[in-house]
């Protein structure tokens, strides 16, 4: 990396915390492929975004259950059965953000996040309240990759891009991050997270 970046900023879902909707919906589907039909045509990764974006989960369930009345049970659960979409910590990148925290290493979070879900995590994983600052989408009405919530995070903290190393298991926000000039990372594994930081100075072997 050609400067040497000072602060980390993460990405939150499958980078610090395992979500995904089939955690929830493969208890409550006996047949895979009815299942997929349903998160490909009903609650599909379109109609999560808007609640990323701050829809609020009671209006989303209600919007898509007067279109869709014959999977009325199945689309609340969208919002009741919401907490077990989480599978757990990913106790690798946990690791790391705390010892970049015990490091004096300034950490930061930009996510994809509904408001009133992220509040419930936090109280599930408390590490997610840790950090100095969150740019979370929901509160913002802006999602990644969109270059604009990354400028707002600089705004926001007044930093330079450049100082930050930036974390995203998805490749098109690493892609958005990383023409703004930050040194941004597509997560793979916390083993490739830790070398890479190894590599950028940020830690120790």
């Known amino acids: ?10 990405d939150i879902g499958n980078v ?16 895979h492929e009815r299942m997929e039909w349903f998160l490909s045509n009903i609650c599909t990764t379109e109609f999560n975004l808007e609640q990323d974006r701050g829809r609020p989960f009671a209006q989303a369930v209600a919007e ?17 059965g919401w907490e077990d979409m989480l599978d757990g910590a990913i106790g690798g990148t946990v ?10 290493i300034p ?7 509904s408001r009133e879900k ?6 599930i994983f408390p590490f997610l309240r840790s950090f100095i600052g969150t740019v979370v989408s929901g509160d913002e ?5 969109d270059r604009a919530i990354f400028e707002l995070f600089l705004s926001r903290y007044k930093m330079r891009a450049a100082q930050c190393v930036f974390i995203d298991d998805s490749k098109p926000n690493v892609d958005s991050a990383g023409a ?10 916390p083993e490739q997270f830790r070398s890479d930081l190894v590599n950028a100075g940020m830690l120790t072997k």
């Open 107 to 113: 950490t930061y979070a930009i996510t994809n996040f």
């Open 141 to 145: 009405q802006l999602l990644k990759p």
């Open 16 to 31: 610090l915390i395992r979500w995904d909707m089939r955690n929830l919906y493969r208890r409550i589907f006996t047949d």
């Open 180 to 189: 703004l000039g930050f040194h941004a990372l597509h997560f793979t594994s």
């Open 64 to 80: 898509l259950t007067a279109r869709h009345p014959e999977w009325k049970k199945e689309i609340a659960l969208y919002d009741t």
């Open 1 to 10: 990396m050609a400067d040497r970046p000072d602060t980390v900023v993460f």
């Open 95 to 104: 690791e790391i953000l705390e010892e970049l925290q015990r490091s004096s």
């Open 118 to 123: 992220f509040d419930r995590a936090g109280e």
